[in-house]
């Protein structure tokens, strides 16, 4: 090869742009088709695992045409291609009569769980004496929609606000009321296996007048964590349940593995159920913690060990969220501002280096100073983030007052 020709490529190879690495950024998903923002309120996003897809709900009646049901709804946003469905439908098409909320998407994107009391969306075997409260599955590539839950009658199962759906879309775990003959009239935590159809009691050792109000599965569908109360605000017990052996151990306990009078809440586990993350008022958990303080816990259930999370050097952290793999942390911290306000800011750590990120810049690039702000939810492998928040710093031209969903490309 002549120099001419080898100092031409080399020219060539020098010049060639080197690949791009996104920026970090904030984008509001909670929007119309036409991407106009909502006039009411939404909630957090669930996003698929490649975050192509999030999941959320809303009253608002402008998101689709012909949303004519005056109800909460649920819907699905491409956010590759930009377009919306709405997906707390019947299998042919019929609109939703009452409200559905708290939508959980499979990895792939393609099943919809969400609660409804609606009666259009399934067969009823005869109408219902009380207001249902339901789950359902909508499958977005056939249209068909299953009601998960339903009692010995075939009647509402009256589920609560916990539940979730695995990553393959295959099981779903509720705490409902009335899935027994004879029951105490107190929400238990129930899997549903959607392939067999068998639904499983859980939290078989609950007390007979303690409830259930919090379940939550891991991704790959092998593990149940779930919070089990005492009516009249006594203790409540985390528990996490291997649902291939049955066994079941509690979370919330000291480092010598005994029980503790705490009150455990908000737990996201890792895709494996090795790693859970809760919050609780108990500072017996890890020594040195304060009293009467809301602190951040991670469980390492394998090795039985438990730390409290802090941000630079102060607890009293919440809402934690953890990556797939159990190595991104995601929290919500209440800043105090100099009016004597106070506003929601989250973070992202890595738990294996430390590092930690603001997760909330406004459009400023500082801490948000207003609203409430709590993240939902990872993508991608940890990096993406869902948002939920009523702040309007968060993205340019936000004016609708509203609580919107949003995600947060963190790296």
Do not use: C
Request: net charge negative; charged share 25%; proline share 5%.
């Amino acid at each position: 090869m002549s120099v001419a020709v080898l100092a031409a490529v080399t020219a060539a190879v020098s010049v060639a742009p080197a690949t791009a690495v996104p920026e970090p950024r904030t984008e509001r998903i909670t929007v119309s088709a036409a991407g106009e923002q909502l006039a009411a309120s939404s909630g957090g996003p669930s996003l698929s695992a490649d975050g192509r897809y999030a999941a959320f709900a809303t009253a608002d009646a402008g998101v689709v045409p012909g949303d004519t049901n005056g109800e909460s709804d649920v819907f699905v946003r491409d956010l590759r291609r930009g377009t919306v469905e709405r997906v707390n439908v019947a299998t042919d098409g019929t609109q939703a009569d009452a409200g559905s909320h708290s939508a959980r998407i499979s990895d792939d994107g393609r099943y919809v769980a969400f609660i409804s009391g609606a009666r259009t969306l399934a067969e009823w075997s005869e109408p219902s004496a009380t207001r249902p409260s339901d789950v359902y599955v909508h499958d977005r590539r056939t249209g068909r929609t299953e009601r998960v839950s339903a009692a010995p009658d075939g009647g509402t199962a009256l589920v609560r606000d916990g539940f979730d759906l695995s990553g393959d879309g295959r099981y779903v775990a509720f705490s409902a009321a009335r899935m027994e003959s004879g029951g105490s009239g107190h929400t238990r935590a129930y899997v549903t296996d959607r392939r067999t159809g068998e639904t499983r009691l859980i939290s078989d050792r609950v007390p007979a007048d303690w409830y259930v109000p919090n379940v939550r599965l891991s991704a790959d569908g092998t593990h149940l964590a779930y919070t089990q109360r005492h009516p009249r605000g006594g203790p409540g017990e985390l528990w996490l349940a291997d649902l291939r052996t049955g066994e079941q151990k509690q979370l919330n306990v000291t480092p010598e593995g005994e029980k503790t009078d705490g009150v455990p809440a908000g737990v996201s586990l890792s895709a494996n159920g090795r790693y859970a993350v809760f919050s609780s008022f108990d500072d017996a958990l890890v020594p040195g913690t304060p009293a009467y303080t809301w602190e951040l816990y991670l469980r390492d259930t394998r090795t039985g060990t438990t730390r409290r999370i802090t941000h630079e050097g102060t607890g009293g952290l919440s809402g934690g969220q953890l990556s797939a793999d159990g190595r991104t942390l995601a929290y919500q911290r209440e800043t105090a501002l100099p009016d004597g306000g106070t506003a929601d800011n989250v973070y992202v750590r890595d738990l294996a280096t430390g590092r930690t990120t603001l997760a909330t810049p406004g459009v400023t690039g500082e801490p948000l100073t207003e609203g409430y702000t709590a993240p939902t939810g990872f993508a991608r492998g940890g990096r993406l983030l869902g948002l939920a928040s009523s702040s309007a710093q968060l993205v340019p031209g936000d004016t609708n007052g509203e609580s919107d969903g949003f995600v947060r490309r963190v790296r």
